[in-house]
């Protein structure tokens, strides 16, 4: 571990915009801190937010307390509006009191306008409309750029306590799951905010990007973090596993009964069968004695999360094996026993309510309509079902401008014509492809397949050229450069033809 530490260290030194980072196999991890996020805080702490203002967690920074007090002295002429809009827009509990304001302060722009669409936003952040500018006048009137540069030190201590456990819990994560195939764009960014009622974990999930936001917590909410990015990378695999997933939906049924379920995992099935998977996970890297770890896996399923003993007994079988978890998804989702489970789940008495600390369910990952058909068609082919893959890539091409979908669908619809051995239609696909996205990870597969099909033509100087442009694409993943390397070494050695 001493190169983590080191590393961890070095980000400390860093830390002029208060953030932390640490890449992975599936993108960029970020802990920072955020002034849209702070600011929205603030205001709802001026007009009239006090949940868990009695928790003796607040003193541990004093932040919260010290920013209302100076807001309380400040002459603010928006106030009044402010704590209207507030009291208007109040939910039935302070934690989605507080959650709609988190979903507006992660996707609104920054200061000093705050600008959000809310016609392209999340019902939660459609019903806060005029919040932002309302808000721009409070940052202006209240002059929360003073009291944010004030607030710095406490946010910095925070982090400070954060930053090794999470570096560490993201590689461990990262490490069961043996990722190597890139994120396709993909960040997972956690935000800590002390204005808010301590012990809240909250999680979104927004087209490319996976937000955590925690408030101040009476333990480092570590495990909390690590199931958030386990979540994220498993995300996309649901999509493009629909289908098998769906074939389990009988099981859902018996969730609805759990009282502790959050309604999140009760209607979307999807979003609960990767919660399992997480919890079953957590279980196999928990130190522990086998009846600690049991106890784990009891205790979730009582809470709802009811495929969690299933993917448990399953997941020694993947730790055998050689491949991405990734890889191992469908075939965990198809060897899931329907009657097995509910024969089992006789036995669970489920739990009347939730722990103690307040972790609210990601929302389900949004992606657009092309990109939805896109990610199921990537799962079609990787189950071998040529033709549905066939037909969504082709959707795809129809559906959209977006660079990147156009290239990764050009892509898969050339591993198909790989696949039924269309060479030339294999050609033209994988060019177009690399038209579309030429410095990703699709961009440069795309230079190794045109290599091994000029390799296949007889010219083994083109399919070199091919094979180096792939081990310069900016974007190429590390088993692409594997295999060009392989390639170069093969041609050199070697002039007869490869298939590709």
Same mark, same amino acid.
Not at 105 to 116: E, S
Not at 160 to 176: K, L, M, R, S, T
Not at 250 to 256: F, K, M, N, P
Not at 454 to 481: C, H, I, P, V, Y
């Given at each position: 571990?001493?190169?983590?530490?080191?590393?961890?260290?070095?980000?400390?030194?860093? !830390?002029?915009? @208060?953030?932390?980072?640490?890449?992975?196999?599936?993108?960029?991890?970020?802990?920072?801190?955020?002034?849209?996020?702070?600011?929205?805080?603030?205001?709802?702490?001026?007009?009239?937010?006090?949940?868990?203002?009695?928790?003796?967690?607040?003193?541990?920074?004093? !932040?919260?307390?010290?920013?209302?007090?100076?807001?309380?002295?400040?002459?603010?002429?928006?106030?009044?509006?402010?704590?209207?809009?507030?009291?208007?827009?109040?939910?039935?509990?302070?934690?989605?009191?507080?959650?709609?304001?988190?979903?507006?302060?992660?996707?609104?722009?920054?200061?000093?306008?705050?600008?959000?669409?809310?016609?392209?936003?999340?019902?939660?952040?459609?019903?806060?409309?005029?919040?932002?500018?309302?808000?721009? &006048?409070?940052?202006?009137?209240?002059? @929360?750029?003073?009291?944010?540069?004030?607030?710095?030190?406490?946010?910095?201590?925070?982090?400070?306590?954060?930053?090794?456990?999470?570096?560490?819990?993201?590689?461990?994560?990262?490490?069961?799951?043996?990722?190597?195939?890139?994120?396709?764009? &993909? %960040?997972?960014?956690?935000?800590?905010? $002390?204005?808010?009622?301590?012990?809240?974990?909250?999680?979104?999930?927004?087209?490319?990007?996976?937000? !955590?936001?925690?408030?101040?917590?009476?333990?480092?909410?570590?495990? *909390?973090?690590?199931?958030?990015?386990?979540?994220?990378?498993?995300?996309?695999?649901?999509?493009?596993?629909?289908?098998?997933?769906?074939?389990?939906?009988?099981?859902?049924?018996?969730?609805?009964?759990?009282?502790?379920?959050?309604?999140?995992?009760?209607?979307?099935?999807?979003?609960?069968?990767?919660?399992?998977?997480?919890? +079953?996970?957590?279980?196999?890297?928990?130190?522990?004695?086998?009846?600690?770890?049991?106890?784990?896996?009891?205790?979730?399923?009582?809470?709802?999360?009811?495929?969690?003993?299933?993917?448990?007994?399953?997941?020694?079988?993947?730790? =055998?094996?050689?491949?991405?978890?990734?890889?191992?998804?469908?075939? @965990?989702?198809?060897?899931?026993?329907?009657?097995?489970?509910? =024969?089992?789940?006789?036995? !669970?008495?489920?739990?009347?309510?939730?722990?103690?600390?307040?972790?609210?369910?990601?929302?389900?990952?949004?992606?657009?309509?092309?990109?939805?058909?896109?990610?199921?068609? *990537?799962?079609?082919?990787?189950?071998?079902?040529?033709?549905?893959? *066939?037909?969504?890539?082709?959707?795809?091409?129809?559906?959209?401008?977006?660079?990147?979908?156009?290239?990764?669908?050009?892509?898969?619809?050339?591993?198909?014509?790989?696949?039924?051995?269309?060479?030339?239609?294999?050609?033209?696909?994988?060019?177009?492809? $690399?038209?579309?996205?030429?410095?990703?990870?699709?961009?440069?597969? %795309?230079?190794?397949?045109?290599?091994?099909?000029?390799? =296949?033509?007889?010219?083994?100087?083109?399919?070199?050229?091919?094979?180096?442009?792939? $081990?310069?694409?900016?974007?190429?993943? +590390?088993?692409?450069?594997?295999?060009?390397?392989?390639?170069?070494?093969?041609?050199?050695? %070697?002039?007869?033809?490869? =298939?590709?």
């Amino acid at each position: 571990m001493q190169f983590v530490r080191c590393f961890a260290i070095a980000l400390l030194l860093a !830390v002029a915009s @208060l953030g932390l980072r640490a890449q992975t196999s599936t993108g960029e991890a970020q802990f920072s801190t955020s002034i849209t996020l702070f600011s929205t805080l603030a205001a709802i702490n001026a007009a009239g937010y006090d949940a868990g203002m009695d928790s003796p967690l607040n003193e541990r920074y004093k !932040v919260r307390s010290q920013i209302r007090e100076a807001l309380a002295q400040r002459n603010i002429p928006c106030l009044p509006e402010l704590k209207a809009f507030y009291k208007e827009h109040r939910k039935a509990t302070d934690t989605a009191d507080l959650s709609q304001y988190i979903s507006f302060g992660l996707l609104a722009g920054g200061p000093p306008n705050f600008a959000v669409n809310t016609a392209d936003m999340p019902p939660d952040v459609q019903s806060l409309a005029g919040f932002s500018d309302l808000l721009a &006048r409070f940052y202006k009137e209240a002059n @929360l750029e003073e009291l944010w540069k004030r607030a710095q030190p406490a946010y910095l201590a925070a982090i400070a306590e954060y930053q090794d456990p999470v570096i560490n819990a993201i590689f461990e994560a990262d490490g069961y799951l043996r990722n190597t195939s890139g994120s396709l764009g &993909r %960040s997972f960014q956690i935000y800590i905010d $002390l204005l808010g009622a301590p012990d809240q974990v909250q999680v979104r999930s927004y087209r490319n990007d996976y937000f !955590v936001v925690i408030t101040p917590t009476s333990s480092p909410a570590i495990d *909390e973090i690590r199931d958030a990015y386990l979540s994220y990378v498993l995300d996309p695999l649901s999509f493009r596993y629909a289908n098998a997933i769906n074939q389990k939906k009988a099981l859902q049924r018996i969730a609805q009964d759990a009282p502790a379920l959050d309604l999140a995992y009760k209607d979307d099935f999807s979003l609960l069968v990767n919660k399992c998977i997480v919890k +079953a996970i957590d279980s196999r890297l928990m130190h522990g004695s086998a009846a600690q770890k049991q106890a784990f896996i009891d205790n979730a399923m009582r809470q709802g999360f009811i495929l969690t003993a299933a993917v448990a007994e399953l997941l020694p079988e993947y730790e =055998k094996s050689q491949d991405a978890f990734r890889v191992f998804y469908p075939d @965990l989702i198809a060897k899931i026993d329907v009657k097995k489970e509910e =024969k089992r789940l006789k036995n !669970v008495e489920f739990a009347q309510s939730a722990p103690a600390r307040i972790i609210a369910p990601p929302a389900k990952l949004q992606l657009d309509p092309a990109e939805e058909v896109l990610v199921a068609a *990537e799962g079609s082919f990787q189950q071998h079902d040529i033709v549905n893959a *066939e037909k969504g890539f082709k959707k795809v091409l129809q559906q959209t401008t977006n660079a990147d979908l156009l290239g990764r669908a050009y892509y898969g619809l050339g591993l198909i014509a790989l696949e039924e051995k269309r060479w030339d239609d294999a050609l033209s696909l994988f060019q177009r492809a $690399l038209q579309a996205t030429p410095k990703s990870a699709i961009g440069a597969w %795309s230079h190794y397949y045109l290599g091994q099909l000029d390799l =296949k033509a007889g010219n083994a100087a083109q399919a070199q050229a091919e094979f180096k442009m792939t $081990l310069a694409t900016e974007g190429a993943s +590390a088993r692409a450069r594997q295999a060009a390397e392989e390639a170069l070494q093969a041609t050199s050695s %070697s002039s007869g033809d490869q =298939k590709p």
